[in-house]
């Protein structure tokens, strides 16, 4: 596994980040997190498949298996959908900012 997360995979995370912000948590827009999440996800897979080395991806794997299949839950009113993506993306938005920081690529690094 590489010590460190490379300058263009820097700032491309660091861009994800930032169109999050933009694109808030109505259902209508959960399209373009969910593009945004899974090409976290294939960035994060240059690093190895192997999520016991792999801590950045073993996040995002995590993320996906708690809160991203919260979001695909049925739900009465699409306040309580809209709510569940939010925290999704919150999550998201974490994870995004210790990879950023590089905080993977250390032995102590967990979520």
Do not use: P, W
């Amino acid at each position: 596994m590489k010590k460190a997360i490379s300058t263009e995979h820097k700032k491309a995370f660091e861009e994800m980040k930032k169109q999050l912000t933009l694109i808030g948590s109505r259902e209508a827009n959960y399209i373009k997190v969910e593009l945004l999440f899974y090409e976290a996800m294939t960035l994060s897979r240059a690093y190895g498949d192997n999520i016991e080395e792999n801590n950045l991806l073993a996040a995002l794997k995590q993320l996906q298996a708690n809160q991203y299949q919260t979001t695909k839950e049925l739900f009465k009113k699409s306040s309580q959908r809209e709510h569940a993506i939010k925290r999704f993306m919150n999550q998201f938005k974490i994870i995004l900012s210790l990879a950023i920081k590089n905080a993977y690529f250390h032995k102590e690094a967990v979520l």
